[in-house]
């Protein structure tokens, strides 16, 4: 069986400094850790971007973690609007904001070394039909993309509920509209796999695997966009992670839990230990 790697998220201990945060995950004994960007931990618009990456680098390397690279904070960019503005924003100068928080994101994620950098699509606005809101998808993560590809980094974009890209077949549809460029690849988060798609949750890994670059992972139920530490959903986790394991997927598997800051050491020493056991139910390939 391929060892899965498996890390926490930085979004649901924003109550710790950066440092006491990765330094707890290193002491747990995690893989690694998904980095949002965000004012807390590493700011990506405050001055001295490249220094203060360099010094996290070094950190991480000292900690022996590997990193992923998030961008889903919430008032990153407007304290007022959550995700705010996205992609698909009518006004283009918003939506500039948002690709030069991604272009910016591909250099972080260059320079720390991370095996992916996540982003996702963003809400529809009001009174806007479908198709517009796909055209500015595709085009506002035309420079992100070509700055991925330059960087070598691969961008790996979340279904998420309730946003424009929503699904599987959604982001299958961003593929196709963009020509299905090598570097675009897939956030899977487990708990939006229970939530709506028409597959299980294993089901997804398998029909997502050639594109899989960034997993994320908690327990959640049916139709309810939640996300619970495990054991309070209805995720059943063993098939999960022995399908991760077929499909050899090299990445971190990063629980996400953003709203549980205020317990986040606890979610973090308890996660660990349900997911390693969870993976020890699953059975090793057979050698024959």
């Given at each position: 069986?391929?060892?899965?790697?498996?890390?926490?998220?930085?979004?649901?201990?924003?109550?710790?400094?950066?440092?006491?945060?990765?330094?707890?995950?290193?002491?747990?004994?995690?893989?690694?850790?998904?980095?949002?960007?965000?004012?807390?931990?590493?700011?990506?618009?405050?001055?001295?971007?490249?220094?203060?990456?360099?010094r996290?680098?070094r950190?991480?390397?000292?900690?022996?973690?590997?990193?992923?690279?998030?961008?889903?904070?919430?008032?990153?960019?407007?304290?007022?609007?959550?995700?705010?503005?996205?992609?698909?924003?009518?006004?283009?100068?918003?939506?500039?904001?948002?690709?030069?928080?991604?272009?910016?994101?591909?250099?972080?994620?260059?320079?720390?070394?991370?095996?992916?950098?996540?982003?996702?699509?963003?809400?529809?606005?009001?009174?806007?039909?479908?198709?517009?809101?796909?055209?500015r998808?595709?085009e506002?993560?035309?420079?992100?993309?070509?700055?991925?590809?330059?960087?070598?980094?691969?961008?790996?974009?979340?279904?998420?509920?309730?946003?424009?890209?929503?699904?599987?077949?959604?982001?299958?549809?961003?593929?196709?509209?963009?020509?299905?460029?090598?570097?675009?690849?897939?956030?899977?988060?487990?708990?939006?796999?229970?939530?709506?798609?028409?597959?299980?949750?294993?089901?997804?890994?398998?029909?997502?695997?050639?594109?899989?670059?960034?997993?994320?992972?908690?327990?959640?139920?049916?139709?309810?966009?939640?996300?619970?530490?495990?054991?309070?959903?209805?995720?059943?986790?063993?098939?999960?992670?022995?399908?991760?394991?077929?499909?050899?997927?090299?990445?971190?598997?990063?629980?996400?839990?953003?709203?549980?800051?205020?317990?986040?050491?606890?979610?973090?020493?308890?996660?660990?230990?349900f997911?390693?056991?969870?993976?020890?139910?699953?059975?090793?390939?057979?050698?024959?």
């Amino acid at each position: 069986m391929t060892s899965l790697r498996f890390g926490y998220g930085t979004n649901g201990l924003t109550d710790l400094r950066l440092d006491d945060a990765l330094c707890l995950l290193a002491d747990l004994g995690y893989d690694g850790v998904g980095l949002t960007l965000d004012h807390m931990h590493l700011d990506p618009l405050a001055p001295d971007l490249a220094a203060r990456t360099r010094r996290v680098a070094r950190r991480l390397e000292e900690l022996g973690l590997g990193v992923t690279v998030e961008t889903g904070a919430r008032y990153v960019l407007d304290p007022r609007r959550k995700h705010g503005p996205s992609l698909l924003d009518p006004d283009p100068d918003d939506r500039a904001r948002r690709v030069d928080l991604l272009v910016r994101a591909v250099r972080v994620a260059a320079d720390l070394g991370a095996h992916a950098l996540h982003c996702f699509s963003g809400t529809t606005p009001p009174h806007t039909d479908e198709d517009t809101a796909w055209k500015r998808l595709a085009e506002a993560l035309a420079p992100v993309l070509d700055a991925a590809t330059a960087a070598g980094v691969p961008l790996a974009v979340e279904p998420e509920p309730g946003h424009l890209l929503a699904t599987l077949d959604d982001f299958h549809h961003l593929r196709q509209l963009l020509g299905g460029p090598e570097v675009l690849g897939l956030t899977l988060d487990i708990g939006h796999c229970q939530c709506l798609e028409p597959l299980s949750p294993e089901d997804c890994v398998r029909a997502a695997a050639p594109w899989l670059r960034h997993v994320q992972i908690e327990d959640m139920r049916r139709g309810v966009h939640e996300h619970l530490p495990f054991g309070d959903g209805e995720i059943d986790f063993p098939p999960v992670l022995r399908a991760l394991a077929a499909a050899s997927y090299q990445g971190l598997t990063v629980v996400e839990l953003p709203r549980h800051s205020h317990a986040g050491p606890h979610q973090a020493a308890r996660s660990l230990p349900f997911l390693r056991h969870a993976a020890g139910q699953a059975p090793e390939r057979s050698t024959l």
